[in-house]
Nanobody, 125 residues
Framework: QVKLQESGGGLVQAGGSLRLSCTAS????????MAWFRRPPGKEREFVAT????????DYATSVKGRFTISRDGDKNTVYLQMNNLQPEDTAVYYC??????????????????WGQGTLVRVSS
């Protein structure tokens, strides 16, 4: 089955940047909506960003809009999250998700069928 794996997390000082990547292994589902969620310490998982099947549509959480950019490569099953001007409140485990449907994007966890195990981003002040 489809397995997603995130990479690119690490420790960065406030104001710095990181670029997360998410790649699929096993059965590949091309041209599907994908998204990033995150779980800050002691909090519930929350929506970060999503991108449509062809990359034309994106949505962002208010907290990251203008700082983060979601994108995907030409084969449409690899997604990236460019994170600029990182702040301590961005510290979280970041998860990649894929929707097996061919519909539109969603900010809801329940719409996504496949999840990575997460990559930790820590931002120091």
């Amino acid at each position: 089955q489809v397995k997603l794996q995130e990479s690119g997390g690490g420790l960065v000082q406030a104001g710095g940047s990181l670029r997360l990547s998410c790649t699929a292994s096993g059965r590949t589902l091309n041209n599907r909506p994908m998204a990033w969620f995150r779980r800050p310490p002691g909090k519930e998982r929350e929506f970060v960003a999503t991108i449509g099947w062809n990359g034309d549509t994106t949505d962002y959480a208010t907290s990251v809009k203008g700082r983060f950019t979601i994108s995907r490569d030409g084969d449409k099953n690899t997604v990236y999250l460019q994170m600029n001007n990182l702040q301590p409140e961005d510290t979280a485990v970041y998860y990649c998700a894929l929707d097996r449907s061919k519909g539109g994007t969603s900010v809801s966890e329940s719409e996504y069928d496949y999840w990575g195990q997460g990559t930790l981003v820590r931002v120091s002040s």
